[in-house]
């Protein structure tokens, strides 16, 4: 049932660590879910140093999926966007061909608090690689919601359950979030090829193996999966389709090398537009990593 588990790694974002889970050498992607980073929790104290922002930055080929248990993040890009996002709402960016943005933590500057979610890449499928840039927010009353035998559950994006999001995704999909008491036991369809559930909280059981904070386990398809909460736990559900591979390098993917280099080559020269109200930085493109870029699959 459980085919591989995935500890994450700390990665210092600059001002905060984060944990990655995705992609990994073991298993790159699951479904279209290309990248996978669990943002804190962390306690800001206000009057923090702007270090802690992402400044304006590119993507192609995939969307953004914003995410949040606690804080509040700014988000600002070249389409025109500025939405801050607070927990239970989606910010879902559309890169497809090209699109910049920033992430700020004003309101956490201003005040202080904890910042506390998780950040998912989604692959757009090879005929919607190239689709124009779009960004979407959404309110709670979105995303369905259930209730029942210490369970509660939201439904983030995609289908599942017998439920459909108000998200626009470009391929079949599923993304969920669990608050499960402890004690409490709720069950995975078998409904998707690819599927993995991430602890973001707490400690579960899966098919007698403890899955603990910070693990991410990935299922054999075919087989509904039961999930035991050891304790109070917050579980993140994920998958759908497979697309086939992808490539990955800084901040894009693409199906195709070339495309990748083509970015890389747009963003050092200047041709992707920056944030309206957001264009006085950016992040520059780093030095090209040893070796060559592995696919995603």
Request: charged content about 20%; overall charge negative.
């Amino acid at each position: 049932m459980i085919e591989l588990v995935i500890d994450q790694r700390r990665k210092d974002l600059g001002g905060f660590e984060v944990g990655r889970v995705l992609p990994h050498h073991a298993h790159r992607m699951v479904g279209p879910f290309a990248f996978f980073d669990h943002m804190g929790p962390v306690e800001f104290r206000a009057g923090f140093g702007r270090n802690v922002d992402v400044r304006p930055h590119p993507h192609i080929g995939l969307s953004t999926v914003t995410y949040l248990f606690d804080g509040e993040i700014t988000h600002r890009d070249s389409v025109g966007s500025t939405e801050v996002i607070r927990p239970g709402e989606v910010n879902w960016m559309t890169a497809g061909r090209g699109i910049t943005h920033s992430e700020r933590f004003e309101d956490l500057r201003a005040h202080g608090g904890t910042m506390h979610g998780i950040q998912a890449w989604v692959a757009l499928p090879t005929e919607q690689e190239e689709t124009d840039p779009a960004f979407a927010h959404h309110g709670q009353a979105d995303l369905p919601t259930y209730e029942g035998g210490g369970m509660w559950a939201r439904l983030i994006a995609g289908k599942a359950f017998g439920a459909e999001a108000k998200v626009k995704v470009h391929s079949p999909m599923f993304y969920v979030h669990w608050a499960l008491d402890a004690g409490a036991t709720a069950e995975l369809p078998a409904e998707y090829p690819e599927r993995a559930a991430y602890v973001a909280q707490g400690i579960v059981e899966i098919d007698g193996q403890q899955v603990q904070q910070g693990q991410m386990a990935v299922f054999t398809p075919g087989q509904t999966v039961p999930v035991t909460a050891l304790t109070n736990a917050i579980v993140m559900l994920l998958g759908g389709e497979p697309l086939g591979p992808r490539f990955i390098e800084w901040n894009f993917v693409a199906s195709s090398k070339d495309r990748i280099e083509q970015a890389k080559a747009d963003w050092r020269a200047g041709r992707m537009k920056l944030p309206d109200a957001d264009d006085q930085e950016f992040i520059p493109l780093p030095p090209d990593p040893p070796g060559p870029a592995n696919a995603l699959s």
